[in-house]
Nanobody, 124 residues
Framework: QVQLVESGGGLVQAGGSLRLSCAAS????????MGWFRQAPGKERDFVAA????????YYTDSVKGRFTISREHAKNTVYLQMNSLKPEDTAVYYC?????????????????WGQGTQVTVSS
């Protein structure tokens, strides 16, 4: 079992930056690939970024490439999402997820554990 707790969301103006954190507990952090998803009001929960177990491989959805960076710190059992050049369309609840397996996947159903989400609001 893995528990995930996100933090770092908030209100920011367009062009600004936020860093989301996801603290994991309950199991060996390095056993899991990690991902970030987001859900805007009335929409599906969509893939944003993922990182493999070792942290040396990452993948992003096209709309955030060059603006967002996912990383992980094993000593702190934490995964991060650095978000720069934010746009109003990035407004959503952001969820951290853990996958039982070490490789990267973008499919929501492949992730077994989820955090409670953190709200990100980007004003124009």
């Amino acid at each position: 079992q893995v528990q995930l707790v996100e933090s770092g969301g908030g209100l920011v103006q367009a062009g600004g930056s936020l860093r989301l954190s996801c603290a994991a507990s309950g199991h060996t952090f390095s056993s899991y690939a990690m991902g970030w998803f987001r859900q805007a009001p009335g929409k599906e929960r969509d893939f944003v970024a993922a990182i493999n177990w070792s942290g040396d491989n990452t993948y992003y959805t096209d709309s955030v490439k060059g603006r967002f960076t996912i990383s992980r710190e094993h000593a702190k059992n934490t995964v991060y999402l650095q978000m720069n050049s934010l746009k109003p369309e990035d407004t959503a609840v952001y969820y951290c997820a853990a996958r039982i397996g070490r490789g990267i996947v973008t499919i929501r159903s492949e992730y077994a554990y989820w955090g409670q989400g953190t709200q990100v609001t980007v004003s124009s």
